[in-house]
């Protein structure tokens, strides 16, 4: 089956921009949550989404927002872009049944100018 | 609440053996090892459920205590495809919020 896709794989934007990302999670996979990857802090969460309903949110600004479409494809927003928002953005998959493993896709390379 | 992964950093040589150990501050329900390779996504290597409950995959295995809130993976006779970053992962309880330790990056040299 096909894995996660998460597009897209690379942008630069500039200080004060936005940017959006998505993410596919692998077929009837219903929850989708969202982590930031930084050489420092390692995986960070920003949110889980569930039958497109936020049910969790990490420590993150509000600048940092998400959304999930009845098809489980998931979106996160980053506005008013900062030089510490440069990061690798990763989505992950979870199927409500097995052991509850995440499948990640392989991220969004965001680097902020 | 994030986990303390130790050592930060590993080097090996093929055949060699290594412990990662993950330690938490917060009670711990359960444990996802993960290991991510450069440019790629994390992958899933195994999850242990119960205190004492110790696992294996190949020669990739790993503990858990409950007690001590920790967990270990070892890796016994290290192939050069062990080269990775490893993340020790602990849900909250209700599963929908994962707590990650900072990694260990392992490389493993001929």
């Known amino acids: 089956k096909a894995g996660v896709t998460q597009t897209p794989r690379y942008l630069i934007k500039t200080r004060g921009q936005q940017v959006t990302l998505s993410c596919s999670p692998i077929?009837?996979?219903?929850?989708v949550s969202w982590y930031q990857q930084t050489p420092g802090q390692g995986l960070q969460f920003l949110f889980e989404y569930f039958s497109e309903t936020q049910r969790n949110k990490g420590n993150f600004p509000g600048r940092f927002s998400g959304r999930q479409f009845s098809n489980s494809r998931s979106e996160m927003n980053v506005s008013t872009l900062e030089l510490g928002d440069s990061a690798l953005y990763l989505c992950a998959g979870r199927g409500s049944s097995g052991t509850g493993e995440l499948f990640f896709g392989e991220g969004s390379r965001l680097t902020v100018l | 609440q994030q986990p303390v992964q130790s050592p930060q950093a590993v080097i090996l040589r093929e055949g060699e053996d290594a412990v990662i150990n993950c330690s938490s501050s917060?009670?711990?329900?359960?444990v996802h090892w993960y290991r991510q390779k450069h440019g790629e996504a994390p992958v899933f290597l195994m999850i242990?459920?119960?205190?004492?409950e110790q696992k294996g995959h190949d020669k990739i295995s790993a503990s858990f205590n409950e007690k001590k809130q920790q967990s270990s993976l070892y890796l016994t006779a290290s192939q050069l495809s062990y080269s990775g970053t490893y993340f020790c992962?602990?849900?909250?309880?209700?599963?929908?919020?994962?707590?990650f330790g900072t990694g260990t990056s392992l490389t493993v040299i001929p």
């Open positions: 992962g602990t849900p909250t309880p209700a599963g929908n919020q994962f707590y």
């Open positions: 917060k009670a711990l329900y359960s």
């Open positions: 242990l459920l119960k205190g004492g």
């Open positions: 077929s009837g996979h219903r929850s």
